[in-house]
């Protein structure tokens, strides 16, 4: 008998994704939420329509949550108290389900996965490959996986689903990774996002300072500076091989010397911290 699999916000920008990479899957019914009319827009252009909301769950083995964290402790709230006994409620980033907000019944079982996106140092020289940015639609991608709440023998289910929501026949996912909501929220948003994401804007502004103050060309400046950063990280995580020349070193330190306060690991990495800025995410339409 096919899964059922309810999918909220079927013609948003992640939930299209997740359309074109499910409806055709044996094993499967999948049955469209949407109510935006860019994402009825959407869903007809494949030739789909929107189910009613009370219909959809009323069916439901599965629910997927592809919204945007800040509607999802609203509507969660919302649908969960309708759901059957045994439903999985299936979120596709851990910032709803750390910071909390999504009622929790010990009847369902609730699952988080997300996205790596296609790795940095991969061997695709096809382009719609090396341009495909999220990944799952020309590039593979490894992937997170959590049993949040819920029976260990529902592990497997909420796994192959995931599996199966990113990605497709041309490009299989590399790896299912099991870690634990906690973890996940480490990675995203503290690691990737708190972290990496403000090193990768400042490294922007920075270059767009060294061009449009500076008076360096745009040109010569992306190429020297793309170059480096391709080779720096590959020295840095161990791809190159070599290691950095002693001057690089030196500069190195003396700048984390400088530009960074003693206990910046601590800081970014604290739970705490983590907490309040998943809390943050997932409030900020109450707060707008």
């Known amino acids: 008998m096919a899964i059922r699999v309810v999918l909220m916000g079927a013609g948003g920008k ?32 494949r030739g789909l329509a929107a189910t009613p909301e009370a219909e959809a769950l009323a069916r439901a083995d599965v629910v997927v949550l592809a919204l945007p964290d800040r509607l999802i402790g609203r509507i ?18 851990p910032a709803a389900a750390y910071a909390e907000v999504m009622p929790i019944r010990s009847d369902l079982t609730y699952f988080v996965t997300h996205p790596c996106h296609p790795p940095l140092f991969n061997d695709d020289i096809e382009e719609a490959k090396r341009k ?7 590039a593979r991608q490894h992937i997170l996986c959590a049993l949040h709440s819920g029976p260990e023998t529902d592990y497997a289910k909420g796994e192959q689903l995931a599996i199966d929501m990113f990605s497709n026949d041309e490009c299989p996912v590399i790896k299912a990774h099991r870690i634990t909501v906690e973890q996940m929220a480490i990675l995203e948003p503290a690691l990737v996002e708190t972290f990496a994401a403000a090193m990768v804007v400042s490294i922007k502004e920075l270059r767009d300072e060294v061009v449009d103050r500076m008076g360096v060309p745009a040109e010569a400046c ?3 500076l793309m170059g480096h950063l391709r080779t720096e990280l590959a020295i840095v995580f161990g791809f190159a091989g070599f290691y950095f020349s002693d001057g690089a070193v030196l500069a190195i330190r003396k700048a984390q010397e400088r530009l960074f306060v003693p206990d910046w690991r601590e800081r970014v990495l ?5 907490r309040t800025s998943v809390k943050e995410i997932t409030d900020s339409l109450q707060k707008s």
Do not use: Q
């Not at 649908?79 to 999985?88: C, E, N, Q, S, W």
């Open 14 to 45: 992640m939930g299209c994704r997740i359309t074109d990479n499910m409806r055709h899957r044996p094993g499967y019914e999948m049955i469209y939420v949407e109510i935006s009319e860019p994402g009825l827009a959407n869903l007809a252009k």
């Open 76 to 93: 969660s709230h919302a649908i969960i108290p309708t759901l059957r006994p045994g439903v999985m409620v299936l979120g596709i980033d």
């Open 132 to 138: 495909d940015w999220f990944g799952g639609v020309h």
């Open 222 to 224: 992306d190429a020297m």
């Open 270 to 274: 604290a739970l705490d911290a983590i």
